[in-house]
Nanobody, 124 residues
Framework: QVHLVESGGGMVQAGGSLRLSCAAS????????VGWFRQAPGKERESVAA????????YYTDSVKGRFTISRDNAENTVDLLMNSLKAEDTAVYYC?????????????????WGQGTQVTVSS
């Protein structure tokens, strides 16, 4: 079983940047497809980005394409989400999730493990 912990959230002005990190313990993260999700108050959780086990395949929701970059360092057991040109509508709790032995980029419903989330607040 893998344990996920997110970090890097905070408050930033619109146009600024943040880097979120998802650190894994318990098992090597290279066995897992990983995704980042977010949930804003009063809204459903949405998939933001995902990365395959090798890192060769990625997915981004349309609203973050060109602004967010997901990457992984399997040697460090981490998956990062670099968020540039942040907007007020990016404000949410961000979660990382993992699917064991994922084939390619994971489908949102297949994630087995979730972190506790980190708050991102973008002021306009």
């Amino acid at each position: 079983q893998v344990h996920l912990v997110e970090s890097g959230g905070g408050m930033v002005q619109a146009g600024g940047s943040l880097r979120l990190s998802c650190a894994a313990s318990g098992r090597t993260l290279s066995s897992y497809g990983v995704g980042w999700f977010r949930q804003a108050p009063g809204k459903e959780r949405e998939s933001v980005a995902a990365i395959s086990r090798s890192g060769s395949n990625t997915y981004y929701t349309d609203s973050v394409k060109g602004r967010f970059t997901i990457s992984r360092d399997n040697a460090e057991n981490t998956v990062d989400l670099l968020m540039n040109s942040l907007k007020a509508e990016d404000t949410a709790v961000y979660y990382c999730a993992a699917e064991f032995r994922a084939s390619g980029v994971s489908i949102p419903g297949r994630y087995n493990y979730w972190g506790q989330g980190t708050q991102v607040t973008v002021s306009s």
